[in-house]
């Protein structure tokens, strides 16, 4: 047996409804494990050389871990790890392991990139190397952990293919399980000429793997048999001719997919059916620049705010762009019946080349990570009207490309009313939060949140470990 900690599909949904139910909740949840709190550490991850796009004037050494601090979310460096180019990072479901990924083409000689694993001390925050595996493929883009914690799952964006590896007890990677190769090219031919992976995500029930590839202008999903770590194709969506899908987020009612496209600067909005991972009609594709803007487009990064009700994106300044939201972070607000989206705004204050940003635990904070700025920038998110506000936290940051967060508590593999194995019945998981002090409103929230998630056919076997 196993003493590694094993989160079930069951856990990671409740978890996921007990984050949404705080933020509706609009106070701190009680200290119950799987709530969301305050972050009290970072992770950033950076191009140590030839970043993609430029870089500052300053040269990183791998990954910078941070303390968060409570009330204010300043950042302060308390380590820093050598690495390679370790541009994305991602955190395991209980938050004891991080893993990133070394965007190189020439691990041990070989034409392949790496990820590396790391323990994380939950007292400090600071990083241990456990090992590194072959990617497989070469210049890995980005990765996802999945929900019970047993795989990685990557995008190689030069290999042009999705790659698992499978996650041991003690943290460690082993050698791949799975290495799907893509296919197809588009009409741009400086940058479609083959398939690009840029981003794999999960969607909110867990079940399923949403992937972008910029090189063909597809979007897929992809179920992973967490038995065998085999990837089966599900379904795809083709984007407009030379958009360039680059990163997705689920909107959390898992009735929608956003796709932030590079090349052509939009975002657009797929209907999603969470029971079968089938993508649907477009909804809606909306410019991230005003109709004005002159010169390249270039967009980077895209997330979903807990509450459902906005949406966020990057822009990238290209040499032959003039217009100030070239270089932003834009805002939308989200028709909560169609999922439509309508702009806020761009925020452009101390913004420079945000190839990704990250919203806080609570989702108070914004954290954008300047690439060609070396520098990460904390705007606040107004919650009624989504507005971003510059807190005037700067903090520097050599070549910063991604960033997560560790809570003060880890996740723990049981919740209460579930006992220690998670194994009583969700029905029962409302009251025990109840007891627990939870609010009528986060309780409210997180009836509704259950109803959703019984409509998408999420309720399994109860020993059914996925």
């Not at 030069?158 to 041991?168: E, H, K, Q």
């Not at 990163?247 to 009735?255: I, W």
Request: hydrophobic share 40%.
């Amino acid at each position: 047996m196993s003493d590694r900690p094993v989160v079930t599909r069951r856990q990671f949904v409740v978890g996921s409804a007990l984050g949404v139910a705080g933020l509706a909740a609009g106070a701190a949840l009680p200290a119950v494990a799987g709530a969301v709190g305050e972050a009290q550490f970072a992770y950033v991850g950076t191009y140590t050389s030839n970043p993609p796009g430029g870089g500052g004037t300053l040269t990183a050494a791998g990954i910078y871990v941070f303390r968060v601090a409570a009330g204010s979310g300043a950042l302060t460096p308390i380590q820093t790890v050598p690495s390679a180019n370790p541009s994305f990072v991602a955190l395991d479901p209980t938050q004891r392991f991080l893993y990133a990924v070394n965007e190189i083409d020439n691990y041990q000689g070989q034409q392949a990139g790496s990820v590396e694993a790391y323990a994380i001390d939950p007292a400090t925050g600071m990083l241990t190397l456990l090992n590194r595996q072959s990617s497989v493929g070469t210049i890995p883009a980005h990765l996802a952990v999945d929900p019970t914690g047993r795989y990685v799952v990557l995008a190689n964006y030069v290999g042009g293919d999705f790659v698992v590896l499978p996650i041991g007890a003690d943290g460690r990677l082993g050698p791949a399980t799975d290495d799907v190769k893509d296919s197809g090219k588009g009409p741009n031919t400086a940058r479609q000429e083959a398939p690009h992976p840029h981003c794999v995500t999960f969607d909110p029930a867990g079940r399923y793997i949403a992937t972008a590839d910029l090189g063909n202008d597809k979007v897929q999903v992809f179920r992973l048999d967490t038995a065998t770590g085999k990837l089966a194709r599900v379904s795809e969506a083709t984007m407009a001719a030379g958009a360039g899908p680059r990163h997705l987020a689920f909107h959390p009612n898992a009735r929608i997919l956003y796709v932030i496209s590079e090349l052509n600067a939009t975002i657009t909005a797929l209907a999603y059916d969470a029971a079968s991972g089938k993508l649907g009609a477009e909804i809606q594709s909306i410019s991230t620049v005003p109709a004005t803007f002159t010169g390249t487009k270039s967009t980077a990064e895209i997330a979903v705010h807990p509450s459902g009700k906005f949406v966020y994106g990057s822009n990238r300044r290209q040499p032959d762009a003039t217009a100030p939201e070239a270089d932003a972070i834009v805002g939308f607000t989200v028709d909560q019946a169609s999922g439509k989206l309508t702009l806020i705004g761009h925020a452009t204050q101390n913004i420079k080349y945000p190839r990704n940003f990250a919203l806080d635990p609570t989702a108070t904070w914004l954290y954008a990570c300047n690439q060609r700025g070396d520098s990460i920038v904390q705007f606040r998110i107004d919650p009624a009207t989504g507005q971003l506000s510059p807190t005037g936290q700067v903090t520097q940051t050599p070549t910063p490309v991604s960033l997560v967060f560790r809570t003060a508590a880890a996740v723990a593999p049981g919740l209460p009313g579930t006992g220690a194995g998670g194994g009583a019945r969700r029905d029962g998981t409302l009251g025990a939060l109840a007891a627990a002090g939870l609010g009528a409103a986060a309780l409210a929230a997180l009836a509704r949140r259950k109803t959703a998630l019984a409509a998408q056919d999420v309720a399994l076997s109860e020993d059914d470990p996925r």
